[in-house]
């Protein structure tokens, strides 16, 4: 029983170290400003459309393959403040794709046309043959704007020795995007921990039951093993006279 509430005691303190963890990582996002939209109808949009926060749910359950949680602690039309793992998820996809949606316009200066037809990026005309293919064949001109498709790429998948596709890779993942996923995924990590915490201090509580019950059950045991019940008659067996037996072998 003394186990079962040290238990207790354990329990108590992680549930309260848990629950202190949840209500800075709320406040983080709230002074943030970070929130998820929904619609009347409590279905999420991403820049005003449902087609928008579908194709990024997409994303993240079908590429990502991130078991997405609905409801009270996961996505939740009651509580937009992105504070959950899901929220964190869903907001990290929804930079990611938009990043990997977009067009990055790129522009040339002559000391980056002079350093592409040095490293041979460009022919000692300009002429361009790269990876992107809408400019190949084409004289590079300084001050030229050239729209670039990221066409669903990463940063890795990127050509950094390209002329045009180097360039676009900087701007399309740029430190401020790199950043923010960072920073999301530290907050899905956390909430995650904190969700481990809640399940460690949901053990020792179960433990400190089992521990309670068992000591419990054991002094009922005992004590019911101490107790004698006295016959309201005396048995007949120990009314017979018995003569003590004689040795007569002297």
């Known amino acids: ?3 079962g509430v ?3 005691v354990g329990a108590g303190v992680a549930y309260s170290k848990t629950q202190g963890g949840y209500g800075a990582l709320e406040a983080f996002s709230a002074a943030q400003n970070v929130e998820l939209s929904y619609d009347e109808e409590g279905q999420l949009v991403d820049r005003g459309t449902v087609e928008g926060a579908q194709a990024i749910m997409s994303l993240l359950e079908d590429e990502w393959d991130f078991p997405v949680t609905m409801g009270r602690g996961g996505l939740d039309a009651n509580d937009p403040v992105v ?3 899901s929220e964190y998820m869903f907001q990290m996809a929804t930079i990611v794709y938009h990043v990997l949606n977009g067009e990055q316009t790129v522009v040339l200066t002559e000391a980056d046309i002079a350093r592409s037809i040095e490293s041979g990026a460009l022919a000692e ?3 361009y043959s790269g990876t992107v293919e809408a400019f190949q064949g084409e004289v590079l001109e300084a001050g030229v704007p050239y729209t670039v498709p990221v066409n669903g790429r990463y ?3 990127f050509d950094r020795t390209d002329a045009l596709d180097g360039k676009a890779r900087e701007l399309a993942w ?3 995007a790199h950043a923010l996923v960072a920073e999301l995924g530290v907050g899905a990590a956390t909430h995650s921990a904190l969700m481990l915490a809640l399940g460690i201090a949901g053990l020792l509580a ?3 039951v089992v521990c309670l019950v068992m000591g419990v059950a054991f002094l009922w045991h005992t004590k019911k093993g101490m107790q004698v019940t006295v016959p309201d008659t005396v048995p007949e067996a ?3 006279d018995q003569s003590p037996k004689v040795n007569t072998a002297s």
């Open 1 to 3: 029983m003394v186990v």
């Open 6 to 8: 040290g238990y207790f």
């Open 83 to 85: 504070d959950s793992q």
């Open 125 to 127: 005309d300009g002429t």
């Open 155 to 157: 940063w890795t998948e």
């Open 174 to 176: 740029s430190g401020t």
């Open 206 to 208: 179960g433990l400190g």
């Open 238 to 240: 120990m009314l017979k």
